[in-house]
């Protein structure tokens, strides 16, 4: 709870100080746009944090399959019913509801991780180290999630779903022989993905080997991203200091917001929030590790695997580690449904972490 409250509120003050330019250009002269609106996201998620750690997490069990269908038909519903969904920058990855906008694969994320550790349970031990059915079924859903990801694209959320299946699968009990051919598997898949997506994921790769090839065209995020780092050295430039935010760096309140960090906090306070964020990832295994039960073990594994991956894909972005692609940096990001949902997961992990037994009593 301490650590989610304290990324949360470093979280706001850093988005203010990242976002007040873009929102002071862009949106009239209102510099407070886009922090009051995430402050309001915040709340309802703290409400919804609260809500979910007082109800018994094995209730998720029973809403699991319509959890996973709903999040699959909003997924299909790109191509069904294209006129609901919005288009930002090439991505067609937010549907429109008017009053504001929502990733229906920030949904799917924790559908994947409710339905596979409903299904790892029901499944058993034994049933789990055979391919039929240990392996082959939850291959297909990934498979057709990822399939639907594509189609807007959406990278990044393909690759954190992927791994958040195959760390459930793991935990739970898979052959790891298996997991190996479905790792193999997903060679393949990746090797369909650039050829389904050939010019799409190629020119990523190039433009993210030397940004500064093409630093006014394609490379123009990577080389403003990576300036925005090395220019912070080592204490940075002070908090509201950053000269990058100010229409060079592309996306300062989401997918980049980590560079102005970077640029005005520096080396050692950005180094403070990547400490911060690997203790909620180390409480996040050892509830997992503590849980009451295997389904409260399987939900927080899944569930800190997916801060923890969004987290180094955000940073390995922006310090050029990995190809360019949208992902969120969580409590941190502009970015309401995936704010809410996350605190929403948080509470789900608050209450599993109050199953832990008693010292003495017996894991069940």
Request: net charge positive; proline share 3%.
């Amino acid at each position: 709870m301490i650590l989610t409250l304290l990324l949360l509120a470093i979280g706001l003050i850093c988005l203010f100080s990242a976002s007040y330019a873009e929102a002071y250009y862009k949106q009239g002269g209102k510099s407070t746009y886009f922090v009051l609106r995430q402050g309001l996201f915040a709340v309802l998620g703290l409400l919804a944090m609260l809500g979910a750690s007082t109800v018994d997490y094995h209730k998720w069990a029973r809403v699991a399959p319509h959890m996973l269908i709903i999040g699959i038909a909003l997924l299909a519903s790109v191509k069904v019913v294209p006129s609901i969904w919005k288009t930002i920058n090439g991505a067609t990855r937010w549907i429109d509801i008017k009053v504001a906008t929502f990733q229906p694969s920030e949904v799917v994320k924790f559908a994947v991780i409710v339905a596979f550790s409903t299904a790892v349970v029901i499944l058993g031990s034994e049933r789990m180290k055979k391919f039929k059915t240990g392996i082959l079924p939850f291959l297909i859903v990934i498979g057709l999630i990822g399939g639907l990801l594509l189609l807007e694209p959406h990278m990044s959320a393909t690759i954190i779903i992927a791994l958040i299946g195959i760390s459930i699968l793991l935990v739970g009990g898979a052959s790891i022989k298996q997991l190996f051919m479905l790792a193999g598997i997903g060679v393949a898949g990746i090797i369909g993905a650039v050829l389904f997506k050939g010019d799409y994921i190629i020119a990523r790769i190039k433009v993210w080997r030397d940004p500064f090839s093409d630093p006014l065209g394609k490379g123009w995020q990577g080389s403003q991203s990576q300036i925005a780092v090395g220019s912070g050295g080592f204490w940075g430039l002070g908090l509201g200091q950053s000269r990058q935010k100010h229409l060079y760096l592309p996306e300062p309140a989401n997918d980049f917001i980590f560079a102005v960090i970077c640029e005005e906090l520096g080396f050692v306070f950005s180094t403070l929030i990547v400490i911060l964020f690997a203790a909620l990832v180390w409480r996040g295994f050892y509830i997992a590790k503590k849980a009451g039960d295997k389904f409260g073990t399987l939900l927080a594994v899944g569930i800190t695997v997916q801060i923890a991956v969004q987290v180094l894909i955000n940073m390995w972005v922006v310090t050029g580690l990995m190809p360019i692609t949208g992902a969120s940096l969580p409590f941190f990001s502009y970015g309401g449904t995936s704010l809410l949902m996350l605190l929403a997961q948080l509470g789900v992990l608050l209450n599993i972490s109050r199953s832990i037994p008693a010292v003495g009593e017996e894991k069940e």
